[in-house]
């Protein structure tokens, strides 16, 4: 009990935590779990190694070409090359696919012509039965 006044405020120094936090064993440790997770995400991603079967059942997007129908400016309606009456558009794309209804259709309409007619002949064709109906569009020269 002779622990003077001085001494005892000596002791609740030496004893009182430390204010700082060492941060550099943090970042060590957080920089050697990135490498291995950069190291081991493309592996995860490989999948399994699966011997397919072999078939000789064609693949599901067999047909050779797509049926393009094309609108003029001036409206007019081509099917391929040959021009087509609005009216008997379903029925000549229809033996054209050979009743083929997931035939690939590709529309293509002129840049001058109204949006709404290029909608309305898309519509005809669906409203036939068509499932694979599309829109061609002309890339600009020298772009992505």
Known sequence: MGAS???LRGRRRKRRPMAEI???PLVDVMLVLLIIFMVTAPMMTSGVNVD???TDAAPVNTDTKPIT???RS???LYLGDEPVSPDQLVDQLKAAAQNDREHRIFVRGDS????GRVMQIMGQITA???TH???LAQQPPGGH
Do not use: M
């Not at 001058?112 to 949006?115: F, P, S």
């Open 5 to 7: 006044l001085s001494d």
């Open 22 to 24: 060492n941060v550099t």
């Open 52 to 54: 397919l079967p072999k």
């Open 69 to 71: 129908v094309s609108i």
């Open 74 to 76: 001036n409206g007019d």
């Open 112 to 115: 001058h012509i109204d949006y």
């Open 128 to 130: 036939g039965g068509f």
């Open 133 to 135: 109906v599309a829109l």
